[in-house]
């Protein structure tokens, strides 16, 4: 989508490992959201930001740590990477947060083996 | 459960008929909603948006109506195309925090020739 990458876009990685998926937004928009999506739960809220350096947890966070250490990016962390984890991750950016829609990535699809 | 649901998980229609799809929400609190599709292996894609204040909103081809009584929001998708097929997710945003949307898991739209 344009004004945000994910990258990697696939990853294949063996538990215990860590591992960061990056977002990046040329739309210098405030709000950045990471969520995973896994058939029958639809998209769960992992953790967001709402400015540099200022972040907070979602309803799934256990296990998942983020960054933003500038506007244009935002870090997901998994530090040690459990067969739980395996799903498929989306960004989003929003330049007011939840009163206005956001805009997503086109995913980190992740497996843990 | 979720505050964010749907009626149904797949919807079949005839290519040229119109489509409805359905979404229940049940926190009365939320005053933002929105309409996503997402595309085989691709990020969500915004559709339409409506607000508390309104209970329809026409787009391009598609038609929110928001019952606040019922708390109940709908998608039309007139004419249905076979580049409808898609996953469909409602969105609503709880009161608008900055933890922003909270998202249905979704209808898959089959579009029958």
């Known amino acids: 989508d344009a004004g945000i990458t994910q990258s990697p876009r696939h990853k294949v990685t063996e538990t215990g490992t860590p591992v960061t998926l990056r977002c990046h937004q040329t739309?210098?928009?405030?709000?950045m959201y990471w969520y995973r999506q896994d058939p029958g739960h639809g998209l769960r809220l992992i953790h967001y930001?709402?400015?540099?350096?200022?972040?907070d947890k979602g309803e799934v966070s256990d296990g998942y740590s983020v960054s933003r250490s500038k506007t244009e990016d935002f870090l997901l962390t998994l530090e040690s990477a459990t067969s739980s984890q395996t799903s498929v991750y989306f960004c989003a950016i929003s330049d007011k947060g939840g009163n206005y829609g956001y805009t997503f990535g086109s995913g980190t699809r992740l497996t843990v083996v | 459960g979720e505050s964010v649901g749907l009626h149904l998980p797949t919807l079949s229609v005839q290519e040229g008929d119109n489509s409805i799809i359905n979404c229940a929400y049940s926190?009365?609190?939320?005053?933002?909603f929105i309409w996503y599709k997402q595309e085989s292996g691709k990020g969500p894609q915004f559709i339409i948006d409506i607000r508390s204040n309104m209970d329809k909103r026409q787009g391009q081809r598609v038609t929110v109506l928001l019952n606040k009584t019922v708390k109940h929001l709908s998608l039309q998708i007139a004419a249905t195309q076979p580049g409808d097929s898609a996953v469909y997710f409602c969105?609503?945003?709880?009161?608008?925090?900055?933890?922003?949307?909270?998202f249905g898991k979704g209808t898959h739209l089959i579009i029958q020739p």
């Open positions: 930001s709402y400015g540099v350096k200022d972040t």
């Open positions: 926190n009365s609190a939320s005053d933002y």
């Open positions: 739309e210098n928009h405030r709000y």
């Open positions: 969105a609503e945003n709880a009161g608008g925090g900055a933890d922003g949307l909270t």
